[in-house]
């Protein structure tokens, strides 16, 4: 009885072993080369898989025997910072892959195109300069500087293939100071392992490292070194951290007041607090009032172009005003049934854990409540699976690893014989939910762009381009084509950019005006190009008028292929 006991939890214990590699392929494949209905979702697998490892212990505990004994020494004895190399290894090539795939299945848009001939113009002296935003300087559009420090590199490697994997890897690393700050504050190593296995299945972290590329992406590894710099008495470094952290974007600077006010929390780093939140205010007002507005006046308006998103006015003044009048209503307007699913979605992934921590509220809360604010003039602000994510989902994590620091607690002193159990559970839980809000599994997507680049024909998309494009031709270029057209001097969208989706909350006048503007600076050069490239199934019912337009400013056509991309060079005269 006793021999056959210990056959089923063998049998069950390798079963789960077997499970554990088919959960790890997810993250790579979606298996739809082999069955009609692939797997998309990870979470099924993975409660089947704990299911039947936890059933072989059962088993073995009754019976008084050990399943596998050398390997479960082994488990024990697995040196945590090579399995975090290996983690950290397996994310970058995930997030790698997800945006290699992305970008060679013509799906990226100009964001990519916008950033990588930002860096490709600094590469080369013109620094900052982009075309496609009206040949300005994109400070005055974002305050990124960090981006400087890639173009010496991006002059050796100019493939947009290299900014993926910087990315990656900003985004993965990031669990090494997550991994130290979980250790620091738990006390037991199966939930500093949840916390990492939490990080490496979150939504947020994979969807930034997806969505094109964005210097936001250093913002994680920065915000949590800052943060276990200064809860181990670490001051200049964490202000150093937080230095590099307003390098990257100017609403970095909510993040570093954020860091500032829970500083302030604290009795050995109170003055470093107040510095902090002083600094970050002070750099914010100086930056979108005086600095970024000499860059970039799109309306001639001598204030930061992104007030205009917000909810009841195109001013701080406006918005202040409409508090004042009605404290009620404005706060009404962050609870509606798409915030509360951004919170939703934004907290669930780490249980919720993150409630439990009041003193890391603003940490958190300051950037998801400027996105908020934002999103009523861009609902893309709340998309989970964007850029903005590398604000807020290490905050988040921060906050929850302090939850789980008080739960834990309140829980060993109520049950104090079984902090092992209490440790697994809480890990477990913690898992749990970040595979439940992870979604479509990271092998999906890869999938979906690897079939939607052969339905589209991106391999002579990409060959036709090299052949009749010269890269030192200025080019006006369809969105999902640009970003791969984008190291050259000049570089324009073929798609009119309207004022109203720029500026919801303009008037009419204001509106016009930056109709007039952005049609003489982006609209005339359109045209002024020597190659455009057009493609039908990307322009939809448009093609047929934008077509008329392009013959109508001198262009003859020198390609075309059967899926619908068309090629043509400017006749001079």
């Not at 005339?524 to 057009?534: C, F, G, H, K």
């Amino acid at each position: 009885m006793v021999t056959r006991s210990r056959k089923i939890a063998s049998t069950l214990f390798f079963l789960g072993a077997a499970g554990t590699v088919l959960c790890l392929s997810l993250f790579f494949t979606n298996y739809s080369f082999l069955f009609r209905k692939p797997a998309s979702l990870l979470f099924p697998f993975l409660l089947i898989t704990a299911t039947l490892f936890f059933a072989s212990v059962y088993i073995a505990a009754n019976k008084k025997r050990y399943i596998m004994p050398d390997i479960a020494a082994n488990l024990r004895r697995i040196d945590e910072w090579k399995a975090l190399g290996a983690a950290i290894f397996i994310l970058s090539g995930i997030i790698f892959l997800l945006s290699t795939t992305r970008y060679n299945s013509y799906s990226s848009n100009f964001d990519l195109a916008i950033y990588e001939q930002i860096i490709w113009n600094s590469a080369h002296g013109r620094f900052f300069v982009s075309s496609i935003m009206g040949d300005c300087n994109s400070l005055g559009n974002h305050f990124e500087p960090v981006l400087l420090f890639l173009a010496p590199f991006y002059r050796m490697f100019p493939d947009v293939r290299f900014l993926f994997a910087v990315q990656a890897l900003a985004l993965s690393s990031a669990m090494i100071p997550l991994y130290l700050i979980a250790k620091r504050r738990l006390e037991s190593r199966v939930l500093v392992c949840g916390v990492v296995a939490a990080y490496f299945l979150s939504r947020g972290i994979q969807g930034a490292g997806m969505f094109e590329f964005h210097p936001d992406c250093f913002l994680p590894l920065l915000l949590l070194y800052a943060y276990y710099l200064l809860i181990t008495s670490r001051r200049r470094g964490a202000v150093w951290m937080c230095l590099l952290m307003l390098l990257c974007k100017e609403n970095a600077a909510f993040l570093v007041l954020g860091l500032g006010i829970f500083a302030m929390t604290r009795k050995e780093s109170r003055r470093t607090g107040f510095i902090l939140s002083a600094a970050a205010l002070l750099y914010w007002i100086i930056l979108t009032k005086f600095v970024m507005p000499v860059f970039f006046r799109p309306l001639g308006a001598e204030q930061y172009q992104y007030y205009a998103w917000l909810p009841f006015g195109p001013s701080i003044k406006d918005n202040f005003t409409a508090l004042a009048r009605d404290p009620a209503g404005f706060i009404r307007v962050f609870f509606d049934e798409v915030r509360l699913r951004y919170y939703f979605q934004l907290l669930g992934p780490t249980g919720f854990l993150s409630l439990l921590s009041p003193a890391h509220y603003a940490l958190f809360m300051l950037p998801a409540g400027i996105f908020v604010l934002g999103s009523f003039g861009h609902l893309g602000l709340l998309n989970i699976m964007a850029q903005y994510s590398a604000h807020t989902v290490p905050a988040v994590f921060i906050a929850a690893i302090s939850g789980l620091t008080v739960l834990q607690k309140k829980l060993f002193l109520r049950f104090p014989g079984h902090k092992e159990r209490i440790s697994l559970l809480l890990s477990l839980y913690l898992v749990f939910f970040a595979a439940g809000f992870y979604g479509k599994t990271s092998g999906h997507r890869i999938s979906k762009f690897i079939r939607a680049g052969r339905d589209i024909g991106a391999e002579n998309i990409t060959a036709a381009l090299r052949k009749y494009i010269p890269d030192d031709a200025s080019v006006t270029a369809t969105i999902n084509i640009s970003a791969h057209l984008s190291r050259r001097e000049k570089l324009y969208l073929l798609e009119e950019m309207k004022a109203e989706a720029n500026y919801p909350k303009l008037s009419g006048v204001e509106v016009a005006r930056a109709e007039h503007k952005e049609n003489l600076s982006l609209s005339r050069r359109r045209y002024e190009s020597d190659y455009i490239v057009a493609h039908k199934k990307f322009s939809g019912g448009k093609f047929p008028s934008i077509l008329e337009q392009i013959s109508g400013h001198g262009y003859s056509q020198v390609y075309r292929d059967a899926e619908g991309l068309q090629i043509f060079k400017k006749e001079r005269t």
